[in-house]
Protein backbone atom coordinates (compact mmCIF):
# COMPACT_ATOMS: atom_id res chain seq x y z
CA UNK A 1 0.00 0.00 0.00
CA UNK A 2 2.74 2.31 1.12
CA UNK A 3 4.10 2.14 -2.60
CA UNK A 4 0.94 2.69 -4.09
CA UNK A 5 0.86 5.78 -1.00
CA UNK A 6 4.24 7.22 -2.56
CA UNK A 7 2.73 6.54 -5.86
CA UNK A 8 -0.08 8.90 -5.52
CA UNK A 9 1.89 11.63 -3.73
CA UNK A 10 4.09 11.94 -6.27
CA UNK A 11 1.71 11.58 -8.94
CA UNK A 12 0.09 14.78 -7.41
CA UNK A 13 3.41 16.57 -7.54
CA UNK A 14 3.44 15.76 -11.10
CA UNK A 15 0.17 16.86 -11.82
CA UNK A 16 0.77 20.33 -10.02
CA UNK A 17 4.11 21.12 -11.40
CA UNK A 18 2.55 20.14 -15.12
CA UNK A 19 -0.78 21.83 -14.17
CA UNK A 20 1.07 24.89 -13.74
CA UNK A 21 3.62 24.83 -16.48
CA UNK A 22 0.54 24.12 -19.38
CA UNK A 23 -2.91 24.90 -18.14
CA UNK A 24 -1.98 28.84 -17.26
CA UNK A 25 -1.44 31.12 -19.98
CA UNK A 26 1.95 32.10 -20.49
CA UNK A 27 3.63 35.20 -21.96
CA UNK A 28 3.34 34.74 -25.56
CA UNK A 29 6.71 33.72 -27.44
CA UNK A 30 8.18 35.99 -30.01
CA UNK A 31 7.36 35.23 -34.08
CA UNK A 32 8.49 36.58 -36.91
CA UNK A 33 7.06 39.61 -38.09
CA UNK A 34 4.18 38.41 -40.86
CA UNK A 35 4.05 39.07 -44.41
CA UNK A 36 2.85 42.34 -45.53
CA UNK A 37 -0.08 41.58 -45.59
CA UNK A 38 -3.38 44.19 -45.15
CA UNK A 39 -3.25 44.22 -41.71
CA UNK A 40 0.79 44.95 -41.81
CA UNK A 41 -0.17 48.12 -44.18
CA UNK A 42 -2.71 49.40 -41.25
CA UNK A 43 -0.07 49.00 -38.28
CA UNK A 44 2.49 50.90 -40.17
CA UNK A 45 -0.02 53.64 -41.25
CA UNK A 46 -0.21 54.01 -37.35
CA UNK A 47 3.38 54.01 -36.52
CA UNK A 48 3.44 57.01 -38.95
CA UNK A 49 0.78 58.89 -37.00
CA UNK A 50 2.41 58.14 -33.97
CA UNK A 51 5.57 59.84 -35.03
CA UNK A 52 3.12 63.25 -36.35
CA UNK A 53 3.87 62.16 -39.90
CA UNK A 54 1.47 64.16 -42.00
CA UNK A 55 0.17 60.64 -44.40
CA UNK A 56 -2.75 58.31 -43.72
CA UNK A 57 -1.97 55.91 -46.51
CA UNK A 58 1.01 53.33 -46.74
CA UNK A 59 1.79 52.15 -49.48
CA UNK A 60 5.26 50.67 -50.54
CA UNK A 61 5.44 52.52 -53.25
CA UNK A 62 3.83 56.13 -53.48
CA UNK A 63 0.47 57.05 -54.79
CA UNK A 64 1.10 60.72 -56.49
CA UNK A 65 -3.02 61.02 -56.63
CA UNK A 66 -3.49 60.10 -53.17
CA UNK A 67 -4.84 62.89 -50.73
CA UNK A 68 -2.48 64.79 -48.39
CA UNK A 69 -4.27 65.20 -45.07
CA UNK A 70 -2.59 67.49 -42.60
CA UNK A 71 -2.43 66.14 -38.81
CA UNK A 72 -1.42 68.75 -35.79
CA UNK A 73 -0.19 68.10 -32.47
CA UNK A 74 -2.94 65.90 -31.16
CA UNK A 75 -4.88 67.35 -27.92
CA UNK A 76 -6.05 65.49 -25.32
CA UNK A 77 -9.70 65.56 -23.64
CA UNK A 78 -10.13 64.20 -20.05
CA UNK A 79 -13.32 62.39 -19.37
CA UNK A 80 -13.91 61.69 -15.28
CA UNK A 81 -16.76 59.92 -13.70
CA UNK A 82 -16.56 58.38 -10.31
CA UNK A 83 -15.75 55.15 -11.50
CA UNK A 84 -13.20 55.91 -14.09
CA UNK A 85 -10.42 58.44 -15.66
CA UNK A 86 -10.76 58.59 -19.54
CA UNK A 87 -7.71 60.21 -21.55
CA UNK A 88 -9.46 60.67 -24.92
CA UNK A 89 -7.43 62.63 -27.71
CA UNK A 90 -8.65 63.90 -30.65
CA UNK A 91 -6.36 61.94 -33.03
CA UNK A 92 -9.23 60.16 -34.32
CA UNK A 93 -11.50 61.03 -31.74
CA UNK A 94 -10.25 57.89 -30.09
CA UNK A 95 -9.60 56.71 -26.37
CA UNK A 96 -5.83 56.42 -25.27
CA UNK A 97 -6.11 55.82 -21.80
CA UNK A 98 -8.74 54.30 -19.26
CA UNK A 99 -8.05 53.82 -15.57
CA UNK A 100 -10.02 52.01 -12.68
CA UNK A 101 -10.44 54.45 -9.88
CA UNK A 102 -11.13 51.92 -7.64
CA UNK A 103 -8.22 49.21 -8.21
CA UNK A 104 -4.55 50.23 -7.78
CA UNK A 105 -2.24 49.30 -10.31
CA UNK A 106 0.19 47.93 -7.92
CA UNK A 107 0.23 47.44 -4.17
CA UNK A 108 2.96 49.51 -3.76
CA UNK A 109 2.30 52.16 -6.07
CA UNK A 110 -1.01 54.36 -5.24
CA UNK A 111 -2.41 55.21 -9.03
CA UNK A 112 -4.93 53.94 -10.63
CA UNK A 113 -5.24 50.85 -12.81
CA UNK A 114 -4.33 51.60 -16.22
CA UNK A 115 -6.60 49.33 -18.91
CA UNK A 116 -5.22 50.42 -22.16
CA UNK A 117 -1.42 49.95 -22.09
CA UNK A 118 1.39 50.01 -24.94
CA UNK A 119 -0.74 48.59 -27.00
CA UNK A 120 1.32 49.47 -29.70
CA UNK A 121 1.07 49.73 -33.03
CA UNK A 122 -2.45 51.53 -31.92
CA UNK A 123 -1.97 54.79 -30.05
CA UNK A 124 -6.23 55.17 -29.38
CA UNK A 125 -9.13 52.97 -30.26
CA UNK A 126 -10.81 52.45 -32.20
CA UNK A 127 -8.98 52.60 -35.13
CA UNK A 128 -11.14 53.40 -38.37
CA UNK A 129 -9.52 52.40 -41.51
CA UNK A 130 -11.66 51.75 -44.87
CA UNK A 131 -10.63 50.98 -48.79
CA UNK A 132 -10.51 53.81 -50.79
CA UNK A 133 -9.55 52.88 -54.35
CA UNK A 134 -6.75 50.13 -54.51
CA UNK A 135 -4.74 52.44 -50.98
CA UNK A 136 -6.24 52.07 -47.25
CA UNK A 137 -7.12 55.62 -45.42
CA UNK A 138 -7.74 55.57 -41.74
CA UNK A 139 -9.23 58.05 -39.17
CA UNK A 140 -5.38 59.25 -37.91
CA UNK A 141 -5.93 62.85 -38.17
CA UNK A 142 -7.15 65.88 -35.59
CA UNK A 143 -11.30 65.52 -35.49
CA UNK A 144 -12.96 68.53 -33.91
CA UNK A 145 -14.92 67.97 -30.95
CA UNK A 146 -17.37 69.92 -29.00
CA UNK A 147 -16.52 69.64 -25.39
CA UNK A 148 -12.59 70.36 -24.04
CA UNK A 149 -13.21 67.68 -21.31
CA UNK A 150 -16.46 66.33 -19.22
CA UNK A 151 -16.96 65.64 -15.41
CA UNK A 152 -19.75 62.98 -14.96
CA UNK A 153 -21.44 63.58 -11.44
CA UNK A 154 -25.00 62.36 -11.19
CA UNK A 155 -26.25 62.67 -14.75
CA UNK A 156 -24.94 61.12 -18.04
CA UNK A 157 -23.13 63.23 -20.48
CA UNK A 158 -21.68 63.04 -24.30
CA UNK A 159 -18.69 64.09 -26.19
CA UNK A 160 -19.10 64.01 -29.97
CA UNK A 161 -16.00 64.03 -32.81
CA UNK A 162 -16.30 65.09 -36.44
CA UNK A 163 -13.87 65.68 -39.16
CA UNK A 164 -13.33 64.21 -43.13
CA UNK A 165 -11.51 61.78 -44.24
CA UNK A 166 -9.18 61.52 -46.76
CA UNK A 167 -11.34 60.53 -49.38
CA UNK A 168 -13.75 63.60 -48.63
CA UNK A 169 -15.94 61.07 -46.87
CA UNK A 170 -17.72 62.60 -43.44
CA UNK A 171 -16.72 60.70 -39.61
CA UNK A 172 -18.57 60.94 -36.73
CA UNK A 173 -18.37 59.37 -33.04
CA UNK A 174 -20.51 60.15 -30.16
CA UNK A 175 -19.34 59.13 -26.92
CA UNK A 176 -22.04 58.70 -24.11
CA UNK A 177 -20.46 58.70 -20.23
CA UNK A 178 -22.30 57.56 -17.23
CA UNK A 179 -21.81 58.82 -13.56
CA UNK A 180 -22.10 54.91 -11.89
CA UNK A 181 -20.99 52.23 -14.65
CA UNK A 182 -18.11 50.73 -15.82
CA UNK A 183 -19.75 51.21 -19.20
CA UNK A 184 -20.35 54.01 -21.97
CA UNK A 185 -21.96 54.04 -25.38
CA UNK A 186 -20.41 54.56 -28.81
CA UNK A 187 -22.09 55.46 -31.93
CA UNK A 188 -20.40 55.92 -34.88
CA UNK A 189 -20.96 56.97 -38.51
CA UNK A 190 -18.31 56.53 -41.32
CA UNK A 191 -19.47 57.64 -45.23
CA UNK A 192 -18.76 54.72 -47.55
CA UNK A 193 -20.05 53.68 -51.24
CA UNK A 194 -21.35 49.96 -51.37
CA UNK A 195 -17.83 49.22 -52.88
CA UNK A 196 -15.95 50.85 -49.79
CA UNK A 197 -15.28 48.07 -46.88
CA UNK A 198 -14.78 49.67 -43.33
CA UNK A 199 -13.40 48.05 -40.43
CA UNK A 200 -12.61 49.07 -36.42
CA UNK A 201 -9.92 47.74 -34.66
CA UNK A 202 -10.21 47.63 -31.02
CA UNK A 203 -7.04 46.30 -28.81
CA UNK A 204 -6.65 46.30 -24.51
CA UNK A 205 -4.65 43.42 -23.70
CA UNK A 206 -0.77 44.35 -22.72
CA UNK A 207 2.21 42.91 -24.28
CA UNK A 208 3.37 42.75 -20.76
CA UNK A 209 2.78 39.29 -18.33
CA UNK A 210 1.78 40.33 -15.17
CA UNK A 211 0.33 36.88 -14.11
CA UNK A 212 1.21 33.79 -15.44
CA UNK A 213 -2.16 32.09 -13.21
CA UNK A 214 -5.14 33.57 -14.81
CA UNK A 215 -6.06 33.68 -18.86
CA UNK A 216 -5.29 36.52 -21.21
CA UNK A 217 -7.38 36.77 -24.89
CA UNK A 218 -9.98 37.16 -26.81
CA UNK A 219 -13.30 35.62 -25.31
CA UNK A 220 -16.73 35.01 -27.33
CA UNK A 221 -20.55 34.62 -26.10
CA UNK A 222 -22.84 33.35 -29.12
CA UNK A 223 -25.73 32.92 -26.49
CA UNK A 224 -25.29 29.56 -25.46
CA UNK A 225 -21.51 29.17 -25.59
CA UNK A 226 -19.12 30.80 -24.04
CA UNK A 227 -15.57 30.57 -25.31
CA UNK A 228 -11.79 31.65 -24.57
CA UNK A 229 -9.66 31.62 -27.19
CA UNK A 230 -6.05 30.75 -25.95
CA UNK A 231 -3.91 30.43 -28.77
CA UNK A 232 -4.58 32.54 -32.54
CA UNK A 233 -2.89 30.42 -35.18
CA UNK A 234 -4.99 32.48 -38.05
CA UNK A 235 -7.35 35.34 -38.46
CA UNK A 236 -10.06 33.75 -36.86
CA UNK A 237 -13.41 34.74 -38.58
CA UNK A 238 -16.26 34.63 -36.53
CA UNK A 239 -18.83 36.44 -38.20
CA UNK A 240 -22.19 38.42 -36.74
CA UNK A 241 -22.63 34.86 -34.34
CA UNK A 242 -21.64 36.46 -31.05
CA UNK A 243 -23.89 38.20 -28.23
CA UNK A 244 -20.22 39.96 -26.99
CA UNK A 245 -17.36 39.47 -27.52
CA UNK A 246 -13.86 41.08 -26.19
CA UNK A 247 -10.30 41.08 -24.51
CA UNK A 248 -9.55 39.00 -21.21
CA UNK A 249 -6.41 40.76 -19.26
CA UNK A 250 -6.56 38.62 -16.26
CA UNK A 251 -8.60 40.64 -13.79
CA UNK A 252 -9.90 42.87 -15.98
CA UNK A 253 -11.91 42.85 -19.31
CA UNK A 254 -13.15 44.56 -22.56
CA UNK A 255 -16.17 43.63 -23.71
CA UNK A 256 -17.83 44.98 -26.81
CA UNK A 257 -21.56 45.32 -26.90
CA UNK A 258 -23.33 45.89 -30.08
CA UNK A 259 -26.69 47.75 -29.98
CA UNK A 260 -27.85 46.05 -33.21
CA UNK A 261 -30.36 43.27 -33.22
CA UNK A 262 -27.78 41.51 -35.63
CA UNK A 263 -24.23 42.19 -34.41
CA UNK A 264 -21.44 43.40 -37.34
CA UNK A 265 -18.86 40.71 -38.60
CA UNK A 266 -16.24 40.04 -35.95
CA UNK A 267 -12.51 39.08 -36.89
CA UNK A 268 -10.08 38.03 -34.20
CA UNK A 269 -6.43 39.53 -35.74
CA UNK A 270 -3.32 37.40 -35.71
CA UNK A 271 -1.12 39.89 -34.53
CA UNK A 272 3.05 39.41 -33.52
CA UNK A 273 1.95 40.51 -30.00
CA UNK A 274 -1.30 41.74 -28.67
CA UNK A 275 -4.94 39.89 -30.16
CA UNK A 276 -7.05 42.94 -31.64
CA UNK A 277 -10.66 42.58 -32.55
CA UNK A 278 -11.93 44.02 -35.73
CA UNK A 279 -15.64 44.93 -36.16
CA UNK A 280 -16.54 45.09 -40.15
CA UNK A 281 -19.67 47.11 -40.24
CA UNK A 282 -22.08 46.38 -43.20
CA UNK A 283 -23.93 49.96 -42.69
CA UNK A 284 -22.81 53.68 -42.48
CA UNK A 285 -23.64 53.80 -38.67
CA UNK A 286 -22.35 51.39 -35.70
CA UNK A 287 -23.83 51.46 -32.01
CA UNK A 288 -22.01 49.63 -29.13
CA UNK A 289 -21.64 49.47 -25.17
CA UNK A 290 -18.16 49.63 -24.43
CA UNK A 291 -17.32 48.18 -21.17
CA UNK A 292 -14.10 48.35 -19.28
CA UNK A 293 -13.47 47.41 -15.88
CA UNK A 294 -12.81 44.57 -13.60
CA UNK A 295 -14.18 40.95 -13.75
CA UNK A 296 -16.66 40.95 -10.38
CA UNK A 297 -19.75 39.24 -10.96
CA UNK A 298 -22.14 41.50 -9.52
CA UNK A 299 -20.64 44.29 -11.64
CA UNK A 300 -20.87 41.46 -14.85
CA UNK A 301 -24.51 40.88 -13.87
CA UNK A 302 -25.69 43.88 -13.87
CA UNK A 303 -24.87 44.22 -17.66
CA UNK A 304 -27.75 41.48 -18.42
CA UNK A 305 -26.00 40.23 -21.11
CA UNK A 306 -24.41 37.13 -19.05
CA UNK A 307 -20.97 38.70 -18.82
CA UNK A 308 -20.28 37.00 -16.03
CA UNK A 309 -19.22 34.06 -18.08
CA UNK A 310 -16.09 35.61 -18.76
CA UNK A 311 -15.21 34.56 -15.46
CA UNK A 312 -14.42 31.03 -15.98
CA UNK A 313 -11.91 28.67 -14.38
CA UNK A 314 -11.65 26.39 -17.02
CA UNK A 315 -12.23 22.63 -16.52
CA UNK A 316 -12.91 23.44 -12.40
CA UNK A 317 -15.34 26.26 -13.40
CA UNK A 318 -18.22 24.24 -11.44
CA UNK A 319 -16.31 23.72 -8.50
CA UNK A 320 -14.26 26.87 -8.39
CA UNK A 321 -17.61 29.16 -8.45
CA UNK A 322 -18.93 27.79 -5.16
CA UNK A 323 -15.39 28.28 -3.47
CA UNK A 324 -15.52 32.14 -4.61
CA UNK A 325 -19.08 32.08 -3.33
CA UNK A 326 -18.49 31.17 0.28
CA UNK A 327 -15.51 33.28 0.74
CA UNK A 328 -17.42 36.48 -0.63
CA UNK A 329 -20.40 35.56 1.94
CA UNK A 330 -18.23 35.01 4.81
CA UNK A 331 -16.22 38.24 3.55
CA UNK A 332 -19.42 40.29 4.70
CA UNK A 333 -18.29 39.25 8.37
CA UNK A 334 -14.94 39.27 8.26
CA UNK A 335 -13.63 41.69 6.23
CA UNK A 336 -10.52 39.72 5.41
CA UNK A 337 -10.35 37.37 2.57
CA UNK A 338 -6.86 35.72 4.29
CA UNK A 339 -9.21 34.58 7.07
CA UNK A 340 -11.90 33.70 4.65
CA UNK A 341 -9.25 31.02 3.04
CA UNK A 342 -8.40 29.57 6.35
CA UNK A 343 -12.72 29.14 7.07
CA UNK A 344 -13.27 27.47 3.71
CA UNK A 345 -10.08 25.29 4.17
CA UNK A 346 -11.60 23.71 7.78
CA UNK A 347 -14.68 23.48 6.09
CA UNK A 348 -13.43 21.39 3.05
CA UNK A 349 -11.50 19.38 5.80
CA UNK A 350 -14.95 18.64 7.75
CA UNK A 351 -16.70 17.62 4.63
CA UNK A 352 -13.44 15.12 3.80
CA UNK A 353 -12.94 13.92 7.06
CA UNK A 354 -14.72 10.75 6.51
CA UNK A 355 -12.72 10.24 3.32
CA UNK A 356 -9.49 10.92 5.58
CA UNK A 357 -9.94 8.62 8.65
CA UNK A 358 -10.58 5.90 5.97
CA UNK A 359 -7.49 6.33 4.40
CA UNK A 360 -6.02 7.04 7.54
CA UNK A 361 -7.58 3.51 9.08
CA UNK A 362 -6.05 1.91 5.83
CA UNK A 363 -2.82 2.80 5.76
CA UNK A 364 -2.82 2.07 9.56
CA UNK A 365 -3.98 -1.90 8.51
CA UNK A 366 -1.70 -1.81 5.43
CA UNK A 367 1.15 -1.44 8.21
CA UNK A 368 0.59 -3.98 10.16
CA UNK A 369 0.88 -6.30 7.06
CA UNK A 370 3.88 -5.50 6.24
CA UNK A 371 5.74 -8.20 7.83
CA UNK A 372 3.42 -11.05 6.17
CA UNK A 373 4.40 -8.98 2.70
CA UNK A 374 7.82 -9.12 3.33
CA UNK A 375 7.70 -13.12 3.98
CA UNK A 376 5.58 -13.31 1.05
CA UNK A 377 8.21 -10.82 -1.50
CA UNK A 378 10.82 -12.89 -0.17
CA UNK A 379 9.70 -16.43 -0.33
CA UNK A 380 7.92 -15.75 -3.98
CA UNK A 381 10.91 -13.20 -5.02
CA UNK A 382 11.18 -15.57 -8.24
CA UNK A 383 7.78 -15.52 -9.32
CA UNK A 384 5.74 -11.84 -9.55
CA UNK A 385 2.63 -13.57 -10.53
CA UNK A 386 2.09 -15.81 -7.87
CA UNK A 387 3.24 -13.16 -5.30
CA UNK A 388 0.85 -10.86 -6.54
CA UNK A 389 -2.20 -13.70 -6.30
CA UNK A 390 -0.84 -14.39 -2.91
CA UNK A 391 -0.77 -10.56 -2.12
CA UNK A 392 -4.52 -10.52 -3.10
CA UNK A 393 -5.54 -13.29 -0.61
CA UNK A 394 -4.00 -11.77 2.07
CA UNK A 395 -5.68 -8.60 1.29
CA UNK A 396 -9.16 -10.27 0.87
CA UNK A 397 -8.55 -12.90 4.41
CA UNK A 398 -8.18 -9.25 6.45
CA UNK A 399 -10.70 -7.47 4.32
CA UNK A 400 -8.48 -4.75 3.53
CA UNK A 401 -8.79 -2.68 -0.14
CA UNK A 402 -5.27 -2.23 -1.09
CA UNK A 403 -6.18 1.48 -2.55
CA UNK A 404 -8.42 2.66 0.22
CA UNK A 405 -5.58 4.84 1.45
CA UNK A 406 -4.92 6.33 -2.06
CA UNK A 407 -8.54 6.54 -3.27
CA UNK A 408 -9.59 9.55 -0.54
CA UNK A 409 -6.36 10.88 -1.40
CA UNK A 410 -6.96 11.16 -5.19
CA UNK A 411 -10.90 12.20 -4.80
CA UNK A 412 -9.87 15.56 -3.10
CA UNK A 413 -7.36 16.25 -6.11
CA UNK A 414 -10.15 18.23 -8.20
CA UNK A 415 -10.74 20.45 -4.69
CA UNK A 416 -7.13 21.30 -5.06
CA UNK A 417 -7.17 22.46 -8.74
CA UNK A 418 -10.56 24.00 -8.55
CA UNK A 419 -8.61 26.21 -5.43
CA UNK A 420 -5.99 26.53 -6.96
CA UNK A 421 -7.73 28.72 -10.34
CA UNK A 422 -10.13 30.27 -7.46
CA UNK A 423 -7.90 31.69 -5.22
CA UNK A 424 -5.69 32.49 -8.38
CA UNK A 425 -8.18 34.14 -11.15
CA UNK A 426 -10.45 35.52 -8.15
CA UNK A 427 -10.32 39.75 -8.32
CA UNK A 428 -11.51 39.48 -5.05
CA UNK A 429 -7.84 38.31 -3.81
CA UNK A 430 -6.32 40.82 -5.72
CA UNK A 431 -4.19 43.02 -3.57
CA UNK A 432 -6.27 41.74 -0.59
CA UNK A 433 -4.25 42.48 2.68
CA UNK A 434 -4.47 39.14 4.91
CA UNK A 435 -2.07 40.10 7.80
CA UNK A 436 1.62 42.16 8.11
CA UNK A 437 3.79 41.39 4.64
CA UNK A 438 1.01 39.59 3.46
CA UNK A 439 -0.98 41.68 1.05
CA UNK A 440 -1.89 40.42 -2.14
CA UNK A 441 -2.88 36.87 -1.45
CA UNK A 442 -3.65 36.50 -5.71
CA UNK A 443 0.39 36.82 -5.64
CA UNK A 444 3.35 35.02 -4.40
CA UNK A 445 4.39 36.62 -1.05
CA UNK A 446 6.56 39.49 -1.17
CA UNK A 447 8.74 39.80 1.73
CA UNK A 448 12.00 40.81 0.47
CA UNK A 449 14.51 39.20 -2.23
CA UNK A 450 18.55 39.20 -2.67
CA UNK A 451 20.66 38.98 -5.89
CA UNK A 452 23.24 36.14 -6.08
CA UNK A 453 25.23 35.83 -9.17
CA UNK A 454 23.04 38.31 -11.05
CA UNK A 455 20.04 35.95 -9.96
CA UNK A 456 17.32 38.05 -7.56
CA UNK A 457 16.26 35.54 -5.08
CA UNK A 458 12.99 36.20 -3.23
CA UNK A 459 12.16 35.15 0.31
CA UNK A 460 9.18 33.56 1.57
CA UNK A 461 8.02 32.62 4.74
CA UNK A 462 4.48 30.91 3.81
CA UNK A 463 6.00 28.13 1.53
CA UNK A 464 9.10 27.62 3.98
CA UNK A 465 6.51 26.91 7.10
CA UNK A 466 4.11 24.96 4.83
CA UNK A 467 7.25 22.50 3.85
CA UNK A 468 7.76 22.60 7.59
CA UNK A 469 4.17 20.83 8.33
CA UNK A 470 4.65 18.57 5.05
CA UNK A 471 7.69 16.99 6.93
CA UNK A 472 5.84 16.69 10.44
CA UNK A 473 2.57 15.32 8.59
CA UNK A 474 4.52 12.75 6.96
CA UNK A 475 6.45 11.52 10.15
CA UNK A 476 2.97 11.25 11.41
CA UNK A 477 1.58 9.35 8.68
CA UNK A 478 1.62 5.07 8.72
CA UNK A 479 4.55 4.15 6.50
CA UNK A 480 5.83 1.00 5.42
CA UNK A 481 9.59 -0.43 6.97
CA UNK A 482 11.15 -0.28 3.71
CA UNK A 483 14.05 2.45 3.96
CA UNK A 484 13.91 3.38 1.16
CA UNK A 485 10.43 4.08 0.83
CA UNK A 486 10.94 6.38 3.43
CA UNK A 487 14.35 8.13 2.39
CA UNK A 488 12.18 8.91 -0.93
CA UNK A 489 9.05 10.42 1.38
CA UNK A 490 11.56 12.92 2.76
CA UNK A 491 11.98 14.32 -0.92
CA UNK A 492 8.21 15.15 -0.76
CA UNK A 493 8.18 18.12 1.24
CA UNK A 494 11.59 19.32 -0.63
CA UNK A 495 9.20 18.80 -3.76
CA UNK A 496 6.04 20.31 -2.90
CA UNK A 497 7.92 23.76 -1.46
CA UNK A 498 9.85 24.08 -4.56
CA UNK A 499 6.30 23.93 -6.27
CA UNK A 500 4.57 26.01 -3.94
CA UNK A 501 7.27 29.45 -4.20
CA UNK A 502 5.97 30.96 -6.88
CA UNK A 503 2.33 30.16 -6.30
CA UNK A 504 0.01 32.86 -5.10
CA UNK A 505 -0.07 33.58 -1.27
CA UNK A 506 -4.03 32.79 -0.94
CA UNK A 507 -3.36 29.11 -2.33
CA UNK A 508 0.12 28.78 -0.05
CA UNK A 509 -1.87 29.65 3.06
CA UNK A 510 -4.58 26.89 2.11
CA UNK A 511 -2.31 24.32 1.69
CA UNK A 512 -0.73 25.28 5.20
CA UNK A 513 -3.99 25.02 7.02
CA UNK A 514 -4.86 22.30 5.40
CA UNK A 515 -1.43 20.60 6.68
CA UNK A 516 -1.98 21.85 10.01
CA UNK A 517 -5.96 20.55 10.39
CA UNK A 518 -4.21 17.11 8.76
CA UNK A 519 -1.83 17.22 11.45
CA UNK A 520 -4.72 17.44 15.01
CA UNK A 521 -6.73 14.81 12.62
CA UNK A 522 -3.21 12.44 11.99
CA UNK A 523 -2.50 13.16 15.77
CA UNK A 524 -6.24 12.23 17.05
CA UNK A 525 -7.39 9.31 14.38
CA UNK A 526 -3.53 7.89 15.57
CA UNK A 527 -4.66 7.77 19.21
CA UNK A 528 -8.45 6.63 18.00
CA UNK A 529 -7.25 3.61 16.08
CA UNK A 530 -4.50 2.56 18.64
Known amino acids: MEKRTLFALILTAIIIFFFQMYFTPQEPKKT ?83 IIENIKPYIYIPKVVKTWGNTLIDDGFNLKFDKAGLKIVDKSDTITFTGVMADGSKIKKVYTFYPDRYTFDL ?58 AGLDDGFFAFIWIPKEDTAPPLTILKTEKIPVLRIVPEKTTTSATLFFGPKQTDILKSLNIKAEKIIDFG ?163 PTSADPMQEKMMLFMPIIFTFLFWGFPSGLVLYWLINNVISIGQQYYINKKVS
Open 32 to 114: PPPAKTETTKIEQGQQLTDKQKTEVITEKKKDKNRPVVEVKPPKDIQIETPLLSITMTDLGGGIKSVKLKKYKETIKEDKPKE
Open 187 to 244: NMEVDAAPTEKTHIDFAMITDKNDSSYTFKGPFLYNGKKFEQIEKIEKNIEVGKTYKY
Open 315 to 477: WFDVIAKPLVWGMNYSNRVTHNYGIDIILLTILIKIIFYPLSLKSYKSMKEMQKLQPQIQKLREKYKDDKQKLNQEMMELYKRKKINPMGGCLPMLIQIPVFFALYKALSGAIELRHAHFLWWINDLSAPEDLFSFTVLGFNIPIRILPLVMGITQVIQQKMT
